[in-house]
Nanobody, 123 residues
């Protein structure tokens, strides 16, 4: 069983930055791929970014060049650095873990989820 706890959300002005963190429990964290998803009010949960154990990264087109996923396996933590934030980035952001070690962009692909952290970008 893996437990994920996100932190770092908040309110920021357009153009600003935030860094989300996701602390994971479990000894097999380093073998899991990790992902970030987000869900805005009235919308479906969507893939944002993913990172494998070997630090291969993959991003949604909407965040490419602005967001960066990273991980520290020694700390069992994954990060999402978000720069040049836009109002349309406003959402609850969820950390997710993939037992397969592969990144999937469907919300049905991850095996574990965090509780989510709110990110609000004001215009």
């Amino acid at each position: 069983q893996v437990q994920l706890v996100e932190s770092g959300g908040g309110l920021v002005q357009a153009g600003g930055s935030l860094r989300l963190s996701c602390a994971a429990s479990g000894r097999t964290f380093s073998s899991y791929a990790m992902g970030w998803f987000r869900q805005a009010p009235g919308k479906e949960r969507e893939f944002v970014a993913g990172i494998t154990w070997s630090r291969f990264t993959y991003y949604a087109d909407s965040v490419k060049g602005r967001f960066t996923a990273s991980r520290d396996n020694a700390k069992n933590t994954v990060y999402l650095q978000m720069n040049s934030l836009k109002p349309e980035d406003t959402a609850v952001y969820y950390c997710a873990a993939y037992r397969s070690g592969l990144i999937g962009t469907s919300e049905h692909d991850p095996n574990y989820w965090g509780q989510g952290t709110q990110v609000t970008v004001s215009s």
